[in-house]
């Protein structure tokens, strides 16, 4: 059983910037591939990125991308997600998930993640 937990959300204004971590308990979390995810209200969970096992793989959404960059310590069981140029529309409760389905490929349907995380809260005012 692996249990994910998400910090370091929180109110940042507009252009900020905030780093996210998922830091994870059992030693298999390190061979397993790892997103990120976001949800506004009323709006469905979106993809933000993810990373693979070892690290030397990303996948960013287009709605992100240049502004994130997501890394993993497999030393330290923990997986960041850090976000810069922030947007109002970044407001979101952000989750990490992860898989050892295919631990060399990014997985970027929410279905196929087996584990989640409680998620924290993003709040990005203008």
């Known amino acids: 059983q692996v249990q994910l937990v998400e910090s370091g959300g929180g109110l940042v204004q507009a252009g900020g910037s905030l780093r996210l971590s998922c830091a994870a308990s059992?030693?298999?979390?390190?061979?397993?591939?790892t997103g990120w995810f976001r949800q506004a209200p009323g709006k469905e969970r979106e993809f933000v990125g993810g990373?693979?096992?070892?690290?030397?793989?990303?996948l960013y959404a287009d709605s992100v991308k240049g502004r994130i960059t997501i890394s993993r310590d497999n030393a330290k069981n923990t997986v960041y997600l850090e976000m810069n140029s922030l947007k109002p529309e970044d407001t979101a409760s952000y989750y990490c998930?992860?898989?050892?389905?295919?631990?060399?490929?990014?997985?970027?349907?929410?279905?196929?993640?087996?584990?989640w995380g409680q998620g924290t809260q993003v709040t990005v005012s203008s």
């Open positions: 998930a992860a898989s050892p389905a295919v631990p060399t490929m990014i997985i970027y349907t929410a279905l196929d993640y087996d584990y």
């Open positions: 059992g030693r298999t979390f390190s061979r397993w591939s």
């Open positions: 990373i693979n096992w070892s690290g030397n793989s990303t």
